[in-house]
């Protein structure tokens, strides 16, 4: 949602620019640009007067406001705003069919009017037109805010009368559109579609005809309505015929959800945050590149194929459309939109993972592009398998932690082991030396029974040498059996 506030933002100052500066000069007075005047017409609404300033007007635009608190920036960007409903209000001003005012609401001191008026989301545009309320998704700019209120002036359903009618809506594609066959005006089924159209308007194309040959070029028998997907060739038979009001709407918001769809000024905020578990597949494509146009195509024949599978969503974006968030996305997303790309894109965090188109100039085929859009939907593709290799890394640095401690201690042990080893081994030779030396003590004893003292001096002092050898040798075993320990910590 970040990238789209940018967007919004960035388009509020190039028209403040535009307004400070002036309209640019190109040398016909037919295309002037308009220019903002100063006059106030933009008003501020309270609980005293927004029942009076609504009832002037045929169609009432609200901004319905963040509250603007002390912060220089928070004042300055809401100024921005506000000149662009400014300009939006002094070009509707000029309009003679419809009476539309604008006015604005601030979310802390106006609370209470909001809630009267049913507003429950703050910094969003409301309409409202006789008995409908209708939420505006789109840029905060000027010229697609009065776009759009000039669709929602327009009447609910559109009648096709004749052959040059009915190729200007073969021509729609881009949005969801539904033609039905009726009677007459009169009738009591076009009455009831009718009153569905009103719902959706003007989000929802919907069509009709009452003339039998266009019916027939249609393919369409008395009361059937047919449902269009965007750029779909073939419609859906709307099921159940003759239809309720009821039974229509619950069908479209049953399908509402195209299988290609594209965004656009008028509805990027609708599209983005209506995702698939928090999850968009996004395909970026210049219509007007040869390049972008053959992978568009690409792209809606894979939409065509799979208009069944309620799981396959892709939302088109032209970069034309938003030269002004081209370096973010590309900067974001770390792709390249010169180029056709494909990819899955988290909602929330917007981590992604894109199609690798390589870096040659073919194109993908269908069954490459069917392949990978099928391990997306089967979460063989994710975005958050970064996340999981990290968790598998610091899992695995865990595990060859606890080896090397287990090798420690079995080090440890054999250590321990070998020191016991070489206690054992001293004591077993001490005893086995002083059995020797009582040996031989005893044997000299038998031997040398009549021998003088100075014989047994001699024999103490040859006891006290073999004594003193003993202990050497033992001094040697043990400096020996130290060396081996510290080759075996080695």
């Not at 419809?98 to 604005?104: F, H, R, Y």
């Not at 894109?345 to 894109?354: G, L, N, Q, T, Y």
């Not at 009582?438 to 006290?464: A, E, G, R, S, V």
Request: include cysteine; glycine fraction near 4%.
């Amino acid at each position: 949602l970040f990238c789209l506030w940018l967007h919004r933002r960035w388009n509020l100052v190039f028209l403040g620019l535009l307004l400070t500066f002036g309209q640019l000069s190109w040398g016909q007075k037919g295309m002037d640009i308009p220019e903002y005047d100063g006059k106030d017409r933009v008003h501020d609404l309270n609980a005293k007067n927004y029942k009076s300033v609504m009832k002037k007007y045929d169609v009432m635009v609200v901004y319905y406001h963040e509250h603007v608190g002390s912060s220089k920036v928070s004042q300055k960007q809401f100024q921005i705003e506000e000149l662009a409903l400014e300009l939006a209000a002094q070009v509707l001003e000029d309009f003679d069919d419809e009476d539309i005012g604008i006015g604005l609401l601030d979310e802390k001191t106006d609370k209470a009017v909001a809630k009267k008026l049913g507003l429950d989301e703050a910094d969003s545009i409301y309409i409202f037109i006789e008995d409908e309320v209708i939420e505006y998704d789109g840029e905060l700019a000027a010229d697609t805010l009065v776009e759009f209120l000039f669709d929602v002036i327009e009447d609910p359903v559109e009648i096709i009368d004749n052959v040059r009618e009915l190729k200007g809506f073969h021509n729609i594609e881009e949005d969801i559109k539904l033609v039905g066959f009726f009677k007459s005006q009169k009738s009591e089924h076009y009455h009831e579609y009718e009153d569905a159209a009103e719902e959706f308007h003007p989000h929802i194309k919907f069509f009709a005809t009452f003339s039998p040959k266009v019916a027939k070029s249609l393919d369409l028998k008395l009361n059937e309505v047919d449902f269009y997907e965007p750029f779909m060739d073939e419609p859906v038979v709307i099921p159940g015929k003759p239809y309720s009001e009821k039974e229509l709407v619950e069908f479209i918001e049953d399908n509402d959800r195209p299988t290609l769809r594209k965004m656009q000024p008028h509805n990027m905020y609708e599209i983005w945050e209506d995702a698939l578990d928090g999850e968009h597949i996004i395909a970026f494509a210049e219509e007007g590149d040869p390049d972008g146009f053959e992978f568009l195509e690409i792209v809606k024949e894979v939409a065509e194929d799979n208009t069944d599978n309620p799981n396959l969503s892709i939302v088109w974006i032209d970069p034309d459309d938003f030269p002004l968030l081209v370096p973010y996305w590309e900067k974001t997303f770390d792709i390249d939109l010169s180029s056709p790309q494909i990819g899955v894109v988290e909602v929330d965090d917007a981590e992604s993972i894109w199609f690798d188109m390589d870096d040659g100039d073919d194109m993908p085929t269908v069954d490459e592009l069917e392949d990978w859009l099928e391990d997306v939907l089967e979460n063989k593709i994710d975005p958050d398998d970064d996340e999981l290799d990290d968790d598998d890394d610091d899992d695995d640095d865990d595990d060859d932690d606890d080896d090397d401690d287990d090798d420690d201690d079995d080090d440890d042990d054999d250590d321990d082991d070998d020191d016991d080893d070489d206690d054992d081994d001293d004591d077993d030779d001490d005893e086995d030396e002083d059995d020797d030396d009582d040996d031989d003590d005893d044997d000299d004893d038998d031997d040398d029974d009549d021998d003088d003292d100075d014989d047994d001096d001699d024999d103490d002092d040859d006891d006290d040498d073999d004594d003193d050898d003993d202990d050497d040798d033992d001094d040697d075993d043990d400096d020996d059996d130290d060396d081996d320990d510290d080759d075996d910590d080695d």
